[in-house]
């Protein structure tokens, strides 16, 4: 008779970084200008004219995303109790 050992992990809820929200999931522009066509054309769209642009910190490259406040996930460990705009820290 054979044994087969089962050892069984408990599940952990991935918590995307701080690099998976900041760039891995945001479309890559290399320089700054290009990065800033694109920009203008999504500020015209309802809803969108708080867009940032911005250098990213992890790759050479530049993003385009909400600014603090703005962001529609929360973040681990972020202060927001709700998520959207003009969400003050400690308010349901």
Do not use: E
């Amino acid at each position: 008779m054979t044994f087969v050992r089962v050892v069984v992990l408990p599940l952990v809820p991935y918590r995307p970084s701080d690099r998976d929200i900041s760039c891995r999931t945001k479309a890559w522009f290399p320089t700054r200008s290009q990065a800033k066509k694109v920009w203008k054309r999504l500020r015209r769209q309802p809803g969108r004219r708080h867009l940032q642009r911005y250098p990213c910190r992890y790759c050479p490259g530049w993003h385009i995303g909400n600014p603090p406040g703005h962001q529609t996930y929360l973040r681990p460990g972020s202060p927001f109790t709700t998520t959207g705009h003009d969400t003050v820290p400690g308010t349901p």
